[in-house]
């Protein structure tokens, strides 16, 4: 490892040198040469992050630099994650600089710094802090409705924001930025397989807040849900997998309103209980759409004894406010001398 670390010296002076002559083309140089060690060589990763090079890599991606300085520097930085996450954590301004990165036009530098926040939130530890920069968030969810964007770079997106929703409290502010809509419009627009999977991934985490009921409904999200749960609804078995968790999470946060949301979609309960029962569906799909099943039928029960008694309420109403129903009507019958009575027709 010292042989590891004199070259990661090595290799960080340079850009330090280059830098600080404000040398652009030596610059680019040097984060090229950082990017093919640190993808050629993973155990010189740890290295690099200990010699000092996660600050220069940063500036690449805030301050002018050619396109390719600044996807040399972001793929690096991924490279180095792998590896040191610990340290890419700790380096100062390095959220910042990765949001920077996804919001320039330069789509290999967009896509590899959000998978430098997917690799991140690998450590459950960083979740809540990653999910308080809500300027990085926004970056991402913007990557999703970026219309010149490649797969990469939405796949990318997809897997940061599903390693953000996986930490309860980030899901607010997912729904606030708008992350309901742009995941939905990829779930109906678009044909790539892996997407639309990764797109209901997601969604089926957001959907355990209770903020995302109104959002849901903005966007006929329990709708397509349902459709989508519904056999061949979905192009692939995950998929629809995918959505009945999403439904399931939408009724464990939303409680009798979300649940009488899904019942009003017609077709709702019987397609949940089709994937239930479904033989090809997987162990946890099953499971899921079995939880979800029970919850709606709980939910079908409250519904009818609510109905029931606001019947009932109302039928007390009308006794109490109208004395035709508390009294006979002096015509309607009369009495005899010997005390009985008969019925005038």
Same mark, same amino acid.
């Given at each position: 490892?010292?042989?590891? #670390?004199?070259a990661a010296?090595?290799?960080?002076?340079r850009l330090?040198?280059?830098a600080a002559?404000?040398? %652009?083309?030596?610059? =680019?140089?040097a984060?090229a040469?950082?990017?093919?060690a640190?993808?050629d060589?993973?155990?010189?990763?740890?290295?690099?992050a200990?010699?000092g090079?996660?600050?220069?890599?940063?500036?690449?991606?805030?301050?002018p630099s050619?396109s %390719?300085?600044?996807?040399?520097a972001?793929? %690096?930085? #991924?490279?180095?994650?792998?590896?040191?996450?610990?340290?890419?954590?700790?380096?100062?301004?390095?959220?910042?600089?990765?949001?920077?990165?996804m919001?320039?036009?330069?789509?290999?530098?967009a896509?590899? *710094?959000?998978?430098?926040?997917?690799?991140?939130?690998?450590?459950?530890?960083?979740?809540?802090i990653?999910?308080?920069?809500?300027?990085?968030?926004?970056a991402l969810?913007a #990557? &999703?409705?970026?219309?010149g964007?490649?797969?990469?770079?939405?796949?990318?997106? #997809?897997? *940061?924001?599903?390693?953000?929703?996986l930490?309860?409290?980030?899901?607010?502010?997912l729904?606030?930025?708008?992350?309901?809509r742009?995941l939905?419009?990829?779930v109906?627009?678009?044909?790539?397989?892996g997407?639309v999977e990764?797109?209901?991934?997601v969604v089926a985490?957001?959907a355990?807040?209770?903020?995302?009921?109104?959002?849901f409904?903005g966007?006929?999200?329990?709708?397509?849900?349902?459709?989508?749960?519904e056999?061949?609804?979905?192009?692939t078995?995950?998929?629809?997998?995918?959505?009945?968790s999403?439904?399931?999470n939408l009724?464990? %946060?939303?409680?009798?309103?979300?649940?009488?949301?899904?019942?009003?979609?017609?077709?709702?309960e019987e397609?949940?209980r089709?994937?239930?029962?479904?033989?090809?569906?997987?162990?946890?799909?099953?499971?899921k759409?079995?939880?979800?099943?029970?919850?709606?039928?709980?939910?079908?029960?409250?519904v009818?004894?609510?109905?029931?008694?606001?019947f009932?309420?109302?039928l007390?109403g &009308?006794v109490h406010?109208d004395p035709?129903?508390?009294s006979?009507?002096? =015509?309607?019958a009369?009495a005899?001398?010997?005390?009985?009575r008969?019925?005038?027709?």
């Open positions: 490892m010292e042989v590891k #670390l004199h010296r090595t290799l960080v002076g330090r040198g280059a002559v404000r040398d %652009a083309t030596a610059t =680019a140089a984060v040469e950082l990017r093919r640190s993808k060589d993973p155990e010189i990763r740890a290295p690099l200990d010699a090079a996660v600050p220069y890599l940063a500036s690449q991606l805030t301050s050619t %390719a300085s600044a996807e040399d972001a793929a %690096a930085l #991924l490279n180095i994650s792998i590896s040191a996450r610990e340290q890419l954590m700790s380096a100062p301004g390095i959220l910042d600089a990765l949001a920077a990165a919001r320039a036009e330069e789509y290999a530098a896509h590899h *710094a959000a998978a430098t926040v997917a690799s991140l939130l690998c450590v459950d530890a960083y979740r809540p990653v999910g308080a920069k809500r300027p990085l968030l926004a969810v #990557l &999703l409705r970026g219309s964007r490649g797969t990469r770079a939405t796949k990318d997106a #997809l897997k *940061a924001l599903f390693g953000v929703a930490y309860p409290l980030n899901r607010a502010a729904v606030e930025l708008g992350a309901v742009a939905f419009a990829l109906m627009t678009d044909g790539r397989t997407i990764d797109a209901t991934a985490q957001v355990g807040c209770a903020e995302s009921l109104a959002a409904a966007v006929s999200g329990v709708r397509i849900l349902v459709d989508l749960v056999p061949g609804g979905a192009a078995g995950r998929a629809r997998e995918n959505a009945a999403a439904l399931l009724v464990m %946060a939303g409680g009798e309103r979300a649940a009488a949301q899904v019942l009003a979609v017609g077709g709702a397609a949940v089709e994937l239930a029962e479904d033989g090809e569906a997987s162990p946890r799909g099953k499971a759409a079995g939880s979800l099943l029970r919850a709606l039928e709980e939910g079908a029960a409250v009818k004894r609510q109905r029931e008694h606001r009932a309420d109302f007390n &009308l406010s035709y129903f508390s006979p009507s002096p =015509a309607s009369t005899h001398d010997d005390g009985s008969v019925t005038l027709g």
